[in-house]
């Protein structure tokens, strides 16, 4: 039987640790017992709030006796997952990255877990994150070792991982799972994985069950499956979803499209590897569209942050009474130690205010009523008529334009947060799908670089099979050496 020193978790994918299990060359305890060690030989990315070390090791000797004695397991039997600390795990804390809800711990699964531990997923960990998921960046002051501030990036410890779901795309990248769930508002399952080298799925709006999740924005937040490969995401969305088909696809017939705002402010690294995946794609046929348009990021600023600090406030108020701890949101304010969470609470949050067109803080009511009345709307249709008009399947840009940014106190300002979000909020506000693939490594930097494409609303599985197909051209990247 393997022993933890002898598996190779570095390249280890969901389908390779299941076939492992089902020939008897790998046991879930020695699979579970490396990933605990990983996490365990590097704390100080504080990739974890909590690690659940004895209950996963329980659960996984379960599944083994369960095995042995040929009892029926399910499609994910002994595989661990990480879980985002916003999403409720039973018997675990769900402090959503903020100590006013460190004593918190639901009993019961949020759906989206209870679909993989019904399917045999053992849950290794709740993971850190921005606090509240207000951010781009991790830099949570809550929760870490000490002098070690932030979810930092496993390629690179000096720089973040990005955000909110920082710490479930961090275990990735460090191999200290091979699957984990997130959340998205407005990229925080796209961010992370890119900045930390794993594949990803948002998916369509209302797509994935919202319950037992803590909420920013109910009309724009969505949980979303995490792996190592575009194969092993479209199996965790197939168990959550119930939907297993995926659609043939033939890149010689695939249409990108390319909107230059998306493709603007890359740095030397992300440029340098987006110029050599698109001659790669380009020479076995996919068409590169260009899409000469503006109106995507005029439409999304009417729309993304109006509803986001708009719903912010009841969303917030409504899970604490009815699926949190039932305190105050003032509570919530009271606990929240990172200096820009708590400037977004004082200043929009709580008094219920947004940005206006000029830069104005006003109230957030008639904002919102024109971005969920109009805005949304016209922002959908234009989708769709630049769908429909140049035949695209999806549309293709760098996920983020930068590689991870140096993990500084200063790095949640909102300079950095603007260049990190450049490109996934506008999908986010209209509920299309996006899948985020890593795509290479920075000669500069040594850090990944992501591919989105965003596709048609409700396509889901056809996005992962074109993100499948993609990867087996490109390749996965190389792991961090930790």
């Known amino acids: 039987m393997s022993t933890p020193a002898s598996i190779d978790i570095d390249h280890l994918t969901i389908a390779d640790a299941l076939r492992h299990l089902a020939d008897g060359s790998l046991s879930s305890e020695a699979l579970v017992s490396a990933y605990l060690e990983r996490a365990g030989a590097h704390a100080a990315l504080n990739i974890f709030i909590t690690l659940d070390g004895a209950g996963a090791l329980a659960a996984a000797r379960a599944v083994d ?61 709740k993971t850190n994150m921005h606090e509240l998921a207000f951010g781009g960046t991790g830099y949570n002051a809550a929760f870490h070792v000490p002098d070690v501030v932030g979810v930092r990036n496993p390629y690179d410890p000096a720089r973040i991982a990005g955000g909110s779901s920082s710490g479930s795309a961090a275990a990735l990248g460090a191999r200290m799972a091979p699957a984990a769930l997130g959340t998205d508002t407005g990229g925080s399952m796209r961010i992370p994985p890119a900045l930390n080298g794993c594949s990803s799925l948002r998916p369509s709006a209302r797509r994935y069950p919202s319950a037992g999740i803590a909420p920013i924005a109910s009309s724009r937040d969505t949980a979303g499956p995490m792996a190592l490969c575009m194969a092993d995401v479209a199996l965790l969305d197939g168990l959550i979803t119930g939907e297993q088909a995926l659609p043939p696809v033939q890149l010689k017939t695939l249409r990108l499209g390319v909107v230059p705002d998306f493709w603007a402010n890359m740095d030397e690294d992300v440029a340098a590897i ?69 400037g977004i609470y004082d200043t929009f949050v709580l008094p219920r205010k947004a940005l206006d067109g000029a830069g104005n803080i006003v109230d957030s ?111 996965r990247i190389a792991p961090a050496r930790l």
């Open 365 to 475: 009511a008639p904002l919102y009523d024109y971005a969920q009345n109009i805005g949304r709307p016209a922002l959908r249709e234009h989708y769709k008529a630049l769908f429909a008009r140049h035949r695209l399947d999806a549309f293709v840009f760098p996920t983020t334009p930068i590689v991870a940014p140096l993990a500084r106190p200063d790095v949640s300002e909102p300079q950095n947060f603007s260049l990190l979000i450049q490109n996934t909020e506008p999908s986010a506000s209209a509920g299309l799908p996006g899948i985020q693939l890593p795509v290479g490594i920075g000669a500069t930097t040594g850090l990944p670089v992501g591919l989105e494409l965003d596709g048609h609303a409700g396509d889901d599985r056809r996005l992962l099979a074109i993100g499948i197909a993609l990867e087996n051209l490109l390749g």
């Open 65 to 125: 006796a369960a095995r042995r004695a040929g009892q029926p397991l399910g499609p994910l039997a002994g595989i661990p997952v990480v879980v985002k600390d916003n999403i409720h795990v039973a018997g675990l804390p769900a402090t959503s990255g903020t100590r006013a809800l460190a004593n918190f711990v639901p009993v019961e699964d949020a759906p989206v877990v209870r679909a993989l531990r019904e399917a045999g997923a053992i849950i290794l960990g």
């Open 274 to 342: 987006m110029a050599t995946v698109r001659l790669a794609l380009e020479g076995v046929g996919v068409t590169f569209v260009d899409v000469d348009d503006t109106e995507i990021m005029a439409l999304n600023n009417a729309v993304g942050f109006p509803v986001v600090f708009h719903e912010a406030y009841p969303d917030m108020v409504e899970y604490l009474a009815t699926q949190g701890p039932g305190i105050s949101i003032a509570q919530i304010r009271a606990g929240i130690a990172s200096p820009d969470v708590a």
